[in-house]
């Protein structure tokens, strides 16, 4: 399994873990004040494994990751801490999976990619997908952008995603709404039906599929990422807040979410960043991550951000 990208200033990057390593296996912690390098190692063959290894691990406890580098096997200890709340500012540009991927992926070009809907039994209004032009079984991470209520989606709203679809090797879905003048709880069974759909077509990484609205469809966003579950790692809210009915329950092990919350500056801005601040709270104490995403200019929706963004949620 080899790691194609470290985190700035990460305990792996503090511990000298470069691009081009070999993971082959994770020394846990035993017992209180063991280190890294004590015991057995637990071999892992790939990201959900060493995920799964690592999930349960206490922030502050310190781990042995086994890598090899150049036929030269090693173990650095690393100590284990809180997710990160806002993006790192050299996000990659395309990660290759960690378990089959090329150590020398090159970006596709702008217009590499497909538009396509979702079409699924029962789904009056199929949504649109922007589909990167790779390897069908490379898995794919997933934004699910949900807009103003709209009505139906047209092919032509899907421009603004394809560059970032092509940079980044990443799907964007884009719904429509049931109703034009709000979303409902029927919007939420179509979306589910569309992501199926995708994943019958094309392979899905579970660990990089993120929710991301705007406005109403910000508060929405929140209600579609509990009605997937644990499958949904990432939520974005832009100009928005939590619904005031939202429930944040504590985070499990390896299932926490990371939640980025941006707003263009503007009088309307002002009056939600007391509620936003108020979810900030809320999410720290539940154990999920809550950050920043930094605004395109005139506040429009930062797409290669945010799909560079989802391509991080793969990290460990």
């Known amino acids: 399994m080899k790691v194609a990208w470290v985190w700035g200033d990460s305990p792996a990057a503090k511990a000298g873990v470069v691009p081009g390593d070999q993971i082959e296996g994770v020394v846990p912690p035993t017992a209180e004040g063991d280190t890294g ?4 190692a637990i071999p892992v063959d790939s990201a959900a494994a060493l995920a799964g290894t690592v999930a349960g691990t206490d ?3 310190t781990v042995g990751l086994v890598i090899d580098r150049g036929g030269k096997r090693q173990t650095v200890s690393i100590e284990s801490v809180a997710m990160p709340t806002d993006l790192p500012v050299d996000l990659p540009e395309q990660i290759p999976p960690f ?21 699924a039994a029962e789904v009056a209004q199929p949504p649109v997908a922007v589909l990167p032009a790779v390897d069908p079984k490379e898995p794919l991470g997933v934004i699910i952008f949900l807009d103003v209520p709209r009505g139906p989606v047209d092919e032509a709203q899907a421009a603004e995603w394809k560059a970032a679809a092509a940079r980044h090797g990443v799907a964007v879905i884009l719904p429509g709404s049931v109703d034009p003048q709000r979303w409902g709880r029927e919007d939420i069974v179509g979306i589910k039906r ?15 599929i993120a929710i991301v609205g705007r ?9 579609v990422a509990d009605a997937l579950g644990p499958a949904v790692r990432g939520v974005a809210l832009i100009d928005a807040a939590l619904p005031r009915q939202a429930t944040v329950e504590p985070a499990e092990p390896g299932r926490s979410r990371w ?9 309307a801005a002002a009056d939600l960043s007391p509620r936003v601040e108020a979810d900030r709270r809320r999410l720290d104490e539940a154990g999920s991550a809550a950050g920043t995403l930094p605004m395109g200019q005139g506040g429009r929706v930062p797409a290669a951000t945010l799909a560079a963004w989802v391509e991080a949620l793969g990290l460990l």
């Not at 094309?202 to 990089?208: G, M």
């Not at 109403?216 to 209600?223: C, M, P, Q, R």
């Not at 939640?259 to 009088?267: H, I």
């Open 37 to 40: 390098g004590a015991g057995d």
């Open 59 to 61: 922030v502050g406890a």
């Open 99 to 119: 378990a089959a991927a090329p150590a020398a992926a090159v970006a596709p070009a702008g217009d590499a990619v497909t538009v396509d809907r979702l079409e």
């Open 194 to 208: 569309a992501v199926a759909t995708l994943s019958a077509r094309r392979a899905i990484d579970p660990a990089r």
């Open 215 to 223: 406005g109403a469809g910000g508060a929405f966003a929140w209600l």
């Open 259 to 267: 939640v980025l919350f941006g707003s263009a500056p503007n009088d």
